[in-house]
């Protein structure tokens, strides 16, 4: 009789978690990237070289931006005008035109950007594309190393 009585009582829930399979599970997947981490090639990034110019071409002709988004544009010899980026394509393309009518090669003169240090990239970027829409064919960036 008493066999009777234990069947219904003689088991009791378990209310743990059994962390054997989960950790089985860590250790495999530990392994598989312990093993295939080496393997794996960082990618690889081609930026674009820079090259340094021993001198500036003869003419030159600038376009300043300050850190408020204001343009000025200078020829060499010339003072500095303000000017909005439609003015600074109309100024460059004219500027290029009369340097090709005076006989000099894409060499002999270039526009040059001068962004302050303070100056948004959004500024400065919107410069160089207002000349490259202008046909301007050698724009380059002026630094100021202290």
């Known amino acids: 009789m ?8 003689g088991r009791r829930t378990v209310n743990e978690i059994n962390m054997v399979p989960f950790i089985d599970v860590m250790l495999v997947l530990l392994i598989i990237f312990m ?4 393997m794996i090639t960082p990618g690889v ?3 674009p070289s820079v090259g340094k110019a021993d001198q500036t071409p ?3 002709a600038r376009v300043f931006v300050d850190p408020t988004g204001k343009i000025e544009w200078e ?3 010339q003072s500095k005008q303000t000017a909005t980026l439609e003015q600074v394509q109309q100024l460059a393309q004219d500027w290029q035109a009369q340097q090709l009518e005076q006989g000099k090669t894409q060499e002999q003169f270039a ?23 202008a046909q301007i064919k050698r724009v380059a960036f002026l630094l100021n190393q202290k």
């Open 2 to 9: 008493a066999s009777l009585t234990r069947r219904g009582r």
């Open 35 to 38: 093993v295939t981490a080496p």
């Open 45 to 47: 990034i081609n930026a």
């Open 58 to 60: 003869p003419e030159t």
């Open 75 to 77: 020829v060499t010899g």
């Open 111 to 133: 526009i040059v950007i001068v962004g302050d240090s303070k100056a948004s990239y959004e500024y400065v970027m919107n410069a160089l594309t207002a000349l490259q829409e």
